[in-house]
């Protein structure tokens, strides 16, 4: 993510170094199962997560009990 956002301008390439490691810390203390099962936890129906930009971002939606 760093080295796209550094060809884009150095804004992006420091919203890369930092989402980068944020997001891998994220996943290794929840994995996506875990995050979806927290969802469904909370009343959320229908919990789906979708790949975005080539697997680069998760969207997680659902719908309310």
Request: no cysteine.
């Given at each position: 993510?760093?080295?796209?956002?550094?060809?884009?301008?150095?804004?992006?390439?420091?919203?890369?170094?930092?989402?980068?490691?944020?997001?891998?810390?994220?996943?290794?203390?929840?994995?996506?199962?875990?995050?979806?099962?927290l969802w469904?936890?909370?009343?959320?129906?229908?919990?789906?997560?979708?790949?975005?930009?080539?697997?680069?971002?998760?969207?997680?939606?659902g719908n309310?009990?």
């Amino acid at each position: 993510m760093p080295g796209i956002g550094r060809l884009i301008s150095r804004d992006w390439y420091e919203v890369g170094r930092f989402l980068g490691p944020s997001i891998s810390e994220l996943y290794a203390r929840l994995p996506l199962d875990r995050q979806l099962e927290l969802w469904r936890a909370a009343g959320i129906e229908s919990v789906e997560a979708r790949a975005m930009s080539l697997g680069g971002g998760v969207v997680i939606g659902g719908n309310r009990a």
